[in-house]
């Protein structure tokens, strides 16, 4: 990717530096810089910055020692920030894809309404957020537990015809073997747990290994901003992006939690059978203390986890070195006890049935279900503060246009409706998992009684939910067919194409129309995460009502509703089996396949922006690693130099642009001229998230920069525009739409048709040049004189 090369700088330098920072997806810097030799200036394999090889000493001064060899040609120092590898590498990343949950749950802790910081309900909002992940955590091993002690080691092991079946197994069970070693059910259970207790420190090894290189990077060490300050936002705290301290404690907590889980699944079953009257007084004894001690080390993981939140405000370097290492290893030690206590010889004892699954997952379900709707009463508080004390921008405040404060996603309720698809996510894996495990070794399905109850009324709700979702994307079908006869009246006028070409005029207006989807996000999010609380809170009545899988439960009702459910049922297991070997599939061919392995990284380069404040087993925030990056490199080169520059972002590298200049100081802040494009930085950021990509946040930057224009087209479904007008701190950000395509017809410009871009090629279109100019022209006739 280009030559690498040591370039010494003095502290001289050139006047102006257009920094180009790419979007989704990723560019190589020959592309980004139109030049196939480029010369790596600074950074490494992961994330540089590049230079054309005829711009790499741009910054050393010319013989009279007082201007730059760029400065005779006026022209700017282009630099390119590739940041792609940051979010698709290795084939290592396809482990990722085991934590979607958990990144989901992370976004919905970013998502609360925007509100004075410091409140309590600013506190019992990312606490309750915390709660949630947490239980994803559990969940996720009490599946892994579900699949290899009691489906394989309790009930398949335990079978001798389906230890027969799977020869495998013979080694386990007690008539296969004659009574072996390994055949008493304690002992399999033993055995069994080393499978979650594995998942668990592979967990830990990834959520530790992208610790040491995202959350450690340091951004610029400087001093808390005055709280007059125009730009005094939250992504402008000198902590925002580092995140060290906070990721090791819930680290250390989730793994806890995660060997508390495997011990819980394995203590509980033997100690249910020394509870037995006539048992053994001393294995009965030993038995309650580990329950004790089990219910201790639960409370211990809470309260770390309720304990301290994020610390913004300043570089936080402490490491709470006692508690990282402490607990997940006294967590180990109550789980190896509980291994031995179960391995323990106990005549008599033999496996029946299934372990008490239901209660575990009903359980976890009821907690996130009340956890749901405490956070979504939360937000809408907050939510309805914010409107009341003006901390949200209403409409008429300066330099937000009418209308920025009421386009906040689902009237504050986005991170709970987040947080519920979360855990819906959560659970459709463990069940998809288990279903698929238990059809494996139980082919027939006559040997086993199968996952618990619940899992199965779950996956027998995915067709209804499917249903609603398949009524949602017609009347969404229809809408945007609607959407697309107006727009063809409006090409037409805007192209002054009469009569035209009806195909041409069809293709353009369908685009438009097209890209308006993504406005209906919150509508769509809104539907499913409501729908999937309802029919979760039927499906736990339905199992804990009856005690019966759907068919059996409505044995005896009429032949529709037995049919019915005999349908639901059946298709529920086929559809999460099918999820579930699709997702197996598209992890494989991840790992052999680079160009699809480079899909799933562009798929984190929106779900991972955010720092990881709610679960620390979420994929890593590549943001901790680039916005440092690009501060450093502004605020270096600015001080050095003297000179201005450029920032030129396209979509999210406009994201990440902005919070580079937000964490910039003010001095240096009106150095910089902000030039976005394709950018959703409002059509997403600012709805999605309120409380730090808001209208006030957005106007604040506008204000403390030197300028900020914006480019964005009808026809990008991603890109949009920022909603700031102008007034004493810069002419408005947002340019009119630019045309797409850039010709209607043949012209003398454009002989052949000219393509319908989108999201891409902004570099394309005479706009784009010109707002770079006007910017360029803007710094510098304030750039100062520099000095030998």
């Known amino acids: 990717m280009g030559e690498v090369r040591t370039v ?27 030049d196939p030799r ?25 013989a009279d ?21 940051l979010t698709s590498g290795n084939g290592t990343r396809v482990l990722w894809l085991l934590l979607l949950p958990f990144m989901v749950v992370n976004l919905a802790h970013w998502m609360r309404p925007a509100a004075r910081e410091g409140t309590r309900a600013v506190r019992l909002y990312g606490l309750l957020v915390r709660l949630a992940g947490l239980s994803l955590t559990v969940l996720l091993v009490a599946a892994a537990c579900e699949v290899a002690l009691d489906l394989t080691a309790w009930q398949c092991a335990g079978t001798r015809a389906c230890a027969a079946r799977h020869s495998w197994l013979g080694f386990l069970s007690p008539t296969v073997s004659d009574g072996g070693w390994w055949s008493p059910p304690g002992r399999r259970l033993a055995l069994a747990a080393l499978v979650p207790t594995a998942l668990t420190g592979l967990l830990w090894y990834l959520s530790h290994r992208t610790w040491r290189a ?114 997940p290893l006294a967590a180990l030690v109550l789980l190896t006890l509980t291994l031995v206590y179960a391995a323990w010889d106990r005549p ?72 519920m698809l979360a855990c819906a996510l959560g659970g459709v894996m463990s069940g998809g998992v288990s279903q698929r495990v238990s059809d494996w070794l139980d082919g027939t399905g006559t040997f086993l009684d199968g996952p618990p109850v619940l899992l199965t009324w779950q996956a027998s709700v995915i067709p209804a939910l499917l249903l609603v979702l398949l009524v949602l994307c017609g009347l969404l079908g229809r809408r945007t067919w609607q959407l ?29 129309s097209m890209a308006t989807l993504t406005d209906r996000g919150p509508l769509l999010v809104a539907v499913t995460s409501t729908t999937t609380l309802l029919l979760g809170a039927g499906a736990l009545v339905g199992a804990f009502g009856t005690g019966k899988t759907p068919v059996r439960a409505t044995q005896g009702a009429g032949p529709f509703v037995q049919g019915a459910a005999q349908a639901a049922q059946a298709l529920g297991s086929w559809l999460i089996g099918l999820g579930f070997i699709l997702f197996v599939t598209w992890g494989r061919r991840a790992y052999k396949d680079a160009s699809a392995r480079r899909t799933i990284g562009i798929l984190w380069d929106v779900g991972t922006f955010w720092p990881r404040a709610a679960h620390p087993f979420a994929p890593p925030c590549y943001a901790e690693r680039a916005v440092p990056d690009l501060t450093w490199r502004m605020s270096t080169w600015t001080r050095a130099t003297g000179g201005r520059l450029v920032i030129s972002g396209h979509s999210q590298g406009s994201v990440l642009a902005a919070a580079a200049a937000w964490q910039l100081t003010p001095s240096d802040r009106k150095r910089v001229a902000l030039l976005t494009y394709g950018s959703p930085i409002e059509r997403l950021y ?10 006030a946040a957005l106007a604040a930057l506008h204000e403390d920069i030197d300028c900020w224009r914006n480019l964005y087209r009808l026809t990008d479904p991603i890109g949009g525009p920022v909603r700031l007008s102008g007034d004493d701190c810069g002419p408005e950000v947002d340019r009119e739409p630019l045309a797409d395509p850039l010709a209607y017809g043949r012209t003398a410009e454009h002989p052949l048709p000219a393509p319908i871009l989108g999201h891409s090629d902004y570099q394309a279109d005479p706009a784009f040049a010109q707002e770079r100019e006007r910017l360029l022209a803007r710094l510098r006739t304030e750039v100062p004189v520099q000095r030998a």
Not at 9 to 33: I, Y
Not at 259 to 287: C, K
Not at 484 to 491: F, N, S
Not at 498 to 512: E, F, V, Y
């Open 8 to 34: 010494e700088r003095s502290s001289a330098g050139s006047g102006a530096l257009e920094l180009l920072v790419h979007g989704v997806g990723g560019a190589t810097p020959e592309k980004m810089l139109n």
């Open 38 to 62: 480029t010369v790596r200036i600074t950074g490494d394999e992961t994330a540089a910055v590049y230079r054309r090889a005829e711009d790499a000493d741009a910054d050393a001064p010319t």
């Open 65 to 85: 020692a007082t201007t730059t060899a760029r400065d005779h040609d006026g022209r700017p120092v282009p630099e390119a920030y590739v940041w792609s590898n």
């Open 214 to 327: 995202y959350e450690s990077q340091e951004p610029l060490d400087r001093g808390p901003e005055p709280a007059n300050s125009p730009a005094h936002t939250a992504l402008g705290r000198p902590g925002f992006w580092y995140g060290r301290r906070l990721v090791a404690r819930l680290r250390a907590a989730h793994t806890a939690a995660g060997l508390l889980t495997v011990a819980a699944a394995v203590g509980t079953a033997a100690a249910r059978e020394d509870h037995r009257p006539g048992g053994p007084a001393l294995l009965d004894t030993l038995g309650r203390l580990l329950e004790v001690s089990l219910a201790a080390g639960a409370l211990a993981v809470v309260w770390v986890v309720c304990r301290r939140g994020r610390s913004e405000h300043r570089l936080d370097r402490r490491l709470d070195a006692h508690l990282v290492h402490r607990l």
């Open 348 to 419: 008599g004892w033999h496996s029946s049935g299934r372990l008490p699954g239901d209660a575990t997952f009903g359980g976890i379900a009821l907690a996130q279900g009340a956890l749901v709707i405490t956070l979504a009463a939360v937000a809408h508080v907050l939510h309805r503060g914010a409107k009341g004390d003006g901390t949200s921008s209403d409409p008429g405040e300066r330099g937000v246009e009418a209308g920025g404060g009421a386009r906040s996603a689902l009237r504050g309720l986005g991170g709970p409706a987040v947080a």
């Open 484 to 512: 697309t006869r107006a727009e063809r009246v409006a090409v037409a006028r805007d192209y002054d194409a009469h009569p035209g070409d009806p195909a041409r005029t069809g293709r353009i207006a369908r685009a438009r």
């Open 686 to 695: 600012g709805r999605w998230f309120p409380a730090h990509f808001g209208p």
